[in-house]
């Protein structure tokens, strides 16, 4: 939501004749049902209870947002870059207790973006501070190192306050083809480098491959996560996963990333019938997100693939689902987008008279070191997304047209003209840290990568009463 809108708070109305605070029980008085925690709301305090706001946003699509507690209410009402309310610790060998410091101040930029390796800046208008490692990054007075540190390079934080948390790993889960970026990658082989910024790298499990990345492009595992960074769009795609579409089940994908993005730059999920490799590796060769089909403005014959695409999109981040029938996908040249929102996503076009839908607000999950869990579940027929294993969205493909067979998974990231980005060059910019440090660089963090066909049912029901699924496709 914009940060200048206009905000107020209000008390629900509890009857015709009085207004009334609503209070909703804590998260001890939950009930997970269909995978959506559910709340009773009170008309009164009680024991273990906190004041449920309304707040009022009218910002050009008026609407509200309701918000438990104190700090959930001062966080609808100030909105913009604030501290997030997670940590993420990755590579978490066994059970562990962290210590958790309130410091006087903030961390200190380590004078580059991390990475697995270190490559010069990319050229363009902005600021943008190269790639260094980690061991670039260590302070070689007391050899710490500030992961994701965004305040003046100079500062050392103390700590105030100290607190401890014991967490314990999950098993990985069980699926045809898994990455959890834990353990060693085998090497990569440069399948093919045009010599104009195109570059494919495969190993046993992975096709790296970056549409324009002349000197600032690097890949990597770092800290139990894969690190990738470019001044344009790059994929990962599985390779080995024989991933499979059908009718009557579904093929399982998941993926983990930080989600901050913009209309030029944000995360992706594709599932294609367009082979992972081209018959062979030649001067015409491009990455696989340019070989699913003609364009549309190349007004050629229809092409011979089909694509479904996740993504979140645009700078108060949209999930999207999209399809490509036999065309190509690209970032000046989007497929269809189904109406997973109910009402048209971004837009207040009168013809549209669905109401907007309960999803989750992916807003709230948007941070620099921040992954955020997707699963898509996707037949010929239907797919269905969670997200923080949530309902989020839910699309009718157009019937009879993603045929059941073989299917790519790729994993991306898109990056378009990122250094004229209107939402990071305009002042104030509303990503602050891509404004100083990354104008022309999309660097994103990958992990818990996941294929499995074949999969029974969604991991729980869908109720389609309280969540639709979309059965428009719009542009």
């Known amino acids: 939501m914009p940060r200048d809108a206009a905000r107020k708070v209000y ?163 069980a699926m045809d083809w898994f990455v959890g970026f834990d353990q060693a990658l085998r090497p990569f082989s440069a399948m093919y480098e045009d010599g104009n910024g195109v570059r494919v790298f495969h190993n046993d499990l992975l096709s790296v491959e970056f549409a324009a990345a002349p000197v600032d492009f690097s890949y990597g595992t770092v800290l139990g996560q894969f690190l990738a960074g470019s001044s344009a769009s790059y994929s990962l795609s599985a390779r080995g996963a024989d991933a499979r579409i059908a009718a009557d089940d579904y093929l399982h994908v998941t993926m983990s990333v930080d989600i901050a993005s913009t209309s030029r730059r944000y995360p992706q999920v594709f599932i294609t019938n367009a082979p992972i490799d081209p018959p062979t590796f030649a001067a015409q060769t491009r990455v696989i997100t340019a070989r699913l089909g003609p364009y549309t403005f190349e007004m050629l014959p229809p092409g011979d693939y089909q694509s479904i695409l996740v993504q979140v999109f645009g700078p108060s981040p949209e999930l999207q689902v999209q399809f490509c029938d036999r065309r190509g996908w690209g970032v000046s040249d989007q497929c269809p987008r189904a109406n997973i929102y109910g009402f048209h996503a971004g837009s207040e076009l009168s013809e549209w008279t669905a109401p907007w839908l309960p999803v989750p607000v992916l807003g709230e999950y948007v941070g620099l070191d921040r992954p955020v869990k997707f699963d898509v579940y996707a037949s010929t027929e239907r797919v269905y997304v969670f997200v923080e294993d949530r309902p989020a969205g839910c699309a009718v493909l157009p019937a009879g047209r993603m045929p059941a067979g073989e299917t790519t998974v790729v994993f991306g990231a898109a990056g378009y003209h990122i250094d004229i980005d209107e939402f990071v060059e305009r002042e104030p910019a509303m990503h602050e840290f891509w404004h100083r440090r990354s104008a022309n660089h999309v660097e994103r963090k990958f992990d818990d990568l996941g294929v499995d066909s074949h999969v029974s049912s969604l991991p729980v029901a869908w109720d389609e009463a309280v969540l639709p699924c979309g059965e428009r496709f719009y542009e």
């Open 11 to 173: 008390r629900f109305e509890h009857d015709s004749n009085r207004a009334v605070l609503f209070y909703i029980d804590g998260p001890e008085a939950a009930a997970r049902s269909g995978g959506v925690e559910r709340f009773r709301v009170l008309a009164a305090p009680a024991d273990g209870a906190v004041p449920l706001y309304r707040i009022f946003y009218a910002s050009g699509a008026d609407h509200d947002v309701l918000a438990a507690g104190e700090a959930n209410r001062d966080r609808a009402l100030n909105q913009g870059n604030v501290p997030l309310t997670s940590a993420v610790w990755p590579a978490m060998r066994g059970k562990t207790t962290y210590v958790v410091e309130a410091l006087d101040q903030g961390c200190p930029f380590p004078d580059g973006l991390i990475g697995a390796t270190a490559v010069a800046a990319a050229s363009g208008l902005g600021t943008t501070a190269p790639t260094i490692t980690l061991e670039d990054a260590r302070d070689p007075e007391t050899g710490e190192v500030f992961v994701n540190g965004q305040h003046d390079s100079t500062t050392r934080p103390r700590a105030i306050a100290r607190a401890y948390v014991t967490a314990e790993p999950q098993p990985a889960p």
